[in-house]
T-cell receptor, first 115, second 111 residues
Framework: DTAVSQTPKYLVTQMGNDKSIKCEQNLGHDTMYWYKQDSKKFLKIMFSYNNKELIINETVPNRFSPKSPDKAHLNLHINSLELGDSAVYFC??????????????FGSGTQLSVL | QKEVEQNSGPLSVPEGAIASLNCTYSDRGSQSFFWYRQYSGKSPELIMSIYSNGDKEDGRFTAQLNKASQYVSLLIRDSQPSDSATYLCAVRNNAGNMLTFGGGTRLMVKP
């Protein structure tokens, strides 16, 4: 009954490879996000989708491409992985995208290690 | 200047004491403020939100907001070892469409 689920939990790969992280939410929320948390614990937003449409696209290399086939899914594909991409990636969802009190529900995170 | 700043800690307090966690933000027009707790290896979870100046209490937690000073804090009374975690301050911008997190303060409550 996990509200926001993302897979895989751990991803270890070589530089230059292409990988994907999948995310699904069963909360009926309209908005989904990808956040990156670096080793210093800074959580930084990467993308936000509202009803399958891209709302926020922060300064992220174009090697990162989100895809939202429907409002319950937001996947993240990363091309040509680099050492600096190593981090924990969190998927999150919220009921709406611009409500002042919107609570974020986070997935369990994907620890990406690029060797 | 980072948009949301927190002392990374660790902040160490004895069990039963009051833990005080602080956060400053740069966007004067920010309207919504949140505290998330993140246990090691886990995802963040919302514990408090505050929108107006003053104090907001929820059980052992009190959030305090001072918009003039661009300062928000979290007090944890009767701290327990289970409160040991990283506390992330988050601020929603004036337009309401962007939530910015601070780097978190690691709290350690010692029995």
């Amino acid at each position: 009954d996990t509200a926001v689920s993302q897979t895989p939990k751990y991803l270890v790969t070589q530089m230059g490879n292409d990988k994907s992280i999948k995310c699904e939410q069963n909360l009926g929320h309209d908005t989904m996000y990808w956040y990156k948390q670096d080793s210093k614990k800074f959580l930084k937003i990467m993308f936000s989708y509202n009803n399958k449409e891209l709302i926020i696209n922060e300064t992220v290399p174009n090697r990162f491409s989100p895809k939202s086939p429907d409002k319950a899914h937001l996947n993240l594909h990363i091309n040509s992985l680099e050492l600096g991409d190593s981090a924990v990636y969190f998927c999150a969802s919220s009921h709406d995208w611009d409500g002042p009190g919107e609570k974020l529900f986070f997935g369990s995170g994907t620890q990406l290690s690029v060797l | 200047q980072k948009e949301v700043e927190q002392n990374s800690g660790p902040l160490s307090v004895p069990e039963g004491a009051i833990a005080s966690l602080n956060c400053t933000y740069s966007d004067r027009g920010s309207q919504s403020f949140f505290w998330y707790r993140q246990y090691s290896g886990k995802s963040p979870e919302l514990i408090m939100s505050i929108y107006s100046n003053g104090d907001k209490e929820d059980g052992r937690f009190t959030a305090q907001l001072n918009k003039a000073s661009q300062y928000v804090s979290l007090l944890i009374r009767d701290s327990q070892p289970s409160d040991s975690a990283t506390y992330l301050c988050a601020v929603r911008n004036n337009a309401g469409n962007m939530l910015t997190f601070g780097g978190g303060t690691r709290l350690m409550v010692k029995p």
